[in-house]
């Protein structure tokens, strides 16, 4: 970023208020999102595979889209006509691969609530043993599908991030 524009204030999952909150570290952060936001039970299937016999890399990103929108489908007013979720950016890191059969969880943290966007971590991990698979982020920002222009967020979407920080 240009030094002449000014840096977007950080904002925890633990804020309650519009008011900023100071700078959270990366070890700060790992504390705080212990305890999952949610946790999405997702089923390997046999066509999730590749040629060398363990889930394809983009399969990931399917399992992360679905424990989204299981948890999405636990928070009342989350989308409407003027006001709709779009993934900004996506960081997935590949830690082992997921071999078939496998139970895996989708644990999604709340990283950083903004204006419009939300931070969300997430881990996969083996139902069994909770054997790291991947972990990263992903940023949702909702806007109007009209305008095509960032909008506050819902407040449910904040409550229940806040919930469960």
Request: hydrophobic residues 40%; glycine residues 4%.
């Amino acid at each position: 970023m240009s030094s002449t524009h000014p840096v977007p204030e950080q904002r925890t999952c633990e804020t309650k208020t519009q008011e900023s909150a100071p700078v959270v570290t990366n070890a700060q952060a790992s504390e705080a999102t212990n305890t999952p936001l949610f946790v999405a039970p997702i089923g390997v299937r046999w066509r999730d595979l590749d040629a060398f016999n363990h889930v394809n890399n983009a399969n990931y990103l399917t399992y992360l889209e679905e424990a989204r929108l299981q948890w999405l489908q636990h928070v009342p007013g989350w989308f409407n006509e003027h006001s709709m979720p779009v993934l900004a950016a996506s960081e997935v890191n590949y830690r082992r691969p997921i071999e078939w059969p496998a139970q895996l969880n989708v644990q999604l943290f709340c990283e950083r609530l903004g204006n419009s966007s939300i931070t969300l971590a997430h881990r996969i991990v083996d139902a069994g043993d909770d054997a790291l698979y991947s972990d990263g982020k992903v940023v949702l920002v909702w806007m109007d599908p009209t305008t095509g222009k960032p909008v506050p967020l819902p407040p449910s979407i904040r409550d229940a991030a806040q919930a469960g920080a």
